[in-house]
């Protein structure tokens, strides 16, 4: 099928143009050119031949030059199934690439005229030689060197000083100092450009420090254990640092009179035993005679001590004295003491006779207690201890008493007064009920005026308050303290006075809408509870209004109690004059001085 056919005159060759002669006899002939079933206008310039589009075969194998398909395309060429097996661009972004092979499936060879690279794809090299990387080259492909310095810091972190890192390709990146922490298993250390050009990074998995623009720098691991210089162990590819080998590295009962020597060698703790130590002549004891420091020595036991099954024993009489260097005079310090003689229901006692005092340590056998007939002093700092453990001690430092009852561990003090009684301090300390501010706001068509108490004869007092009439009232809040006793009731009471006349009995109701609010929990709706009537029945009288009581079950310390406070109609008579508000809170019960923690009782 021809693509066109364009209606041109005949054209007879100039004098010198290179044209075969086949080719001149087609253009004498028809004035046109056929190449394949494409047909063309053809031109002599300059002894040059000029065209249009010339393509050999509609499809499958065919050689195309300015196909009308592809702008882009200069000269192309396709196999029998119509893949490309060459092709130029000279027109569009990819002018002035030459592609050999098929670049959509992934197997070409391309230059890349915009890059000036040439790109391998699908091939493999053989006695391929590389003379040099250049600049800007993936850093894998990369040989490369460093000079930063890894040092084990302890037994589970190794750090590493700011350096270099230098590539093959010239590329040098400047890297800051840094550090494992605390590693739990095999960590490697890399260099990612990707991620950083200044930080290495680490990983516990050995497949993020491979692939594009990546190098391993090397591998650390922790090398936990009783040795108290004990370090993590670690291998470095390039830099300064490497393995650290510990005793846990050598093989064990290996056949050598090698010995470690330095300066600074250590042994672990319980690590040597008796055998380990030389042979010792029986019945001495180890210690140092010598003036002068140095190694262990062998002592005699002197007249007058034994020493026999592992038990030194002492023996005072009047013949022993010298040889142990006591005189007549001097106090003897005893070891063990027993007393008594295991009967049962006896007391034995201890008796201090001196000249001004005498004092008596008692054994009561039956009770099972020792008891002091005098008082019991401690200097300063030194305690009593309680507990098995040694939990417990209580002692006076020279300023201030102190009580420590974690010794072992954290463990509370109980102190039990019984009923009724509770822990007094003779000189008291304070505590409040925090109230919001808004105590003192409410809705401008609501909130009451202010009026000053007034004293017996009705003067004023120049202190002010708010003043409540019927259906007037303010709003506020509170936090359970942390001496709140959690889970118990609430009463919400109002201390007020009547500073009008009353008509005889009259009475005061209150009204309290409050809700409950924890951290981290959704509010809960609010509940309106209405006091009873307080009745007034002389003028100036002060007066207290007392809820009936608000279930606590699941109130906590902490808890946020916000509340509103209005004034309503009382049940019976109605007190005509305002009620001004002298203070309003709780009454709560507690049970310690404190809490444990700032969020818990």
Not at 92 to 121: F, P, Q, R, S, T
Not at 254 to 272: G, K, Q, R
Not at 483 to 490: F, G, M, R, S, V
């Amino acid at each position: 099928m021809k693509l066109f056919e364009p209606q041109i005159p005949k054209i007879e060759p100039m004098p010198g143009d290179r044209i075969p002669g086949e080719l001149k006899d087609e253009i004498k002939k028809t004035g046109k050119v056929s190449v394949g079933e494409t047909f063309i206008k053809p031109r002599i310039i300059g002894g040059l031949f000029e065209g249009a589009t010339f393509r050999t075969a509609a499809s499958g194998a065919r050689v195309t030059i300015l196909p009308v398909d592809d702008t882009t395309l200069g000269i192309a060429c396709y196999d029998d199934t119509g893949a490309p097996v060459f092709t130029t661009k000279i027109l569009g972004d990819d002018i002035g690439d030459v592609i050999l092979g098929n670049l959509d499936e992934g197997k070409y060879v391309k230059w890349d005229a915009g890059d000036a690279m040439l790109y391998i794809n699908g091939i493999t090299l053989t006695d391929f030689v590389a003379v040099g990387v250049a600049t800007g080259s993936d850093l894998a492909l990369q040989k490369w060197t460093s000079s930063l310095i890894f040092t084990a810091v302890d037994y589970n972190t190794v750090s590493w000083t700011a350096g270099d890192i230098r590539l093959t390709g010239g590329a040098v990146y400047s890297i800051d100092a840094g550090n494992t922490g605390n590693m739990s298993q095999l960590t490697y250390i890399y260099f990612d450009s990707d991620i950083s050009s200044t930080v290495l990074q680490l990983s516990t998995n050995p497949t993020d420090t491979v692939g594009a623009n990546k190098i391993q720098i090397g591998v650390a691991t922790p090398n936990p254990g009783a040795g108290m210089n004990r370090r993590a162990k670690f291998q470095i590819y390039s830099g300064s640092g490497g393995m650290i080998v510990s005793v846990d590295d050598l093989a064990a009962n290996d056949d050598s009179t090698n010995e470690f020597v330095t300066a600074t060698a250590e042994i672990s703790d319980d690590i040597v035993t008796y055998a380990k130590i030389q042979n010792m002549t029986t019945a001495r004891l180890l210690g140092r005679t010598s003036a002068s420091a140095g190694s262990i020595e062998e002592m005699q036991v002197t007249t007058g001590l034994s020493l026999a099954a592992g038990v030194l024993s002492c023996t005072i009489t009047q013949a022993t004295r010298t040889s142990l260097g006591i005189a007549t005079t001097d106090a003897v310090t005893f070891g063990n003491i027993t007393i008594g003689t295991g009967v049962n229901g006896v007391d034995y006692t201890l008796t201090f006779d001196g000249n001004a005092g005498d004092g008596v340590i008692t054994w009561m056998e039956d009770e099972d207690y020792l008891k002091f007939d005098d008082d019991i002093m401690l200097p300063d700092s030194e305690a009593i201890k309680f507990g098995t453990g040694v939990d417990m001690d209580m002692y006076y430092d020279g300023s201030i008493g102190i009580v420590h009852t974690d010794l072992v561990a954290p463990s509370d003090l109980h102190i039990d007064c019984g009923t009724g009684k509770t822990l007094v301090l003779d000189v008291p300390v304070y505590k409040d009920i925090n109230m919001a501010g808004a105590l003192l706001h409410g809705n401008p068509t609501i909130t009451p005026d202010e009026a000053q108490f007034k004293d017996d004869e009705g003067d004023d007092t120049g202190i002010y308050t708010y003043a409540f009439g019927i259906d007037e009232g303010v709003h506020g809040g509170f936090e359970l303290q942390h001496d709140y006793k959690e889970t118990t009731d609430l009463v919400f009471h109002v201390h007020w006075q009547g500073i009008a006349a009353p008509s005889g009995t009259d009475n005061v109701q209150w009204r309290l809408t409050y809700v409950v609010a924890r951290d981290n929990v959704v509010m809960a709706d609010a509940v309106t509870i209405d006091s009873p009537d307080t009745a007034i029945d002389t003028q100036y009288k002060c007066c207290r209004t007392d809820f009936g009581a608000i279930t606590g079950t699941n109130f906590k310390i902490g808890d946020q109690f916000m509340f509103s406070l209005f004034r309503v109609a009382a049940t019976g008579d109605a007190y005509a004059g305002d009620a001004l508000i002298e203070t309003a809170g709780i009454h709560y019960q507690c049970d310690t001085i404190g809490s444990r923690s700032i969020t818990v009782k």
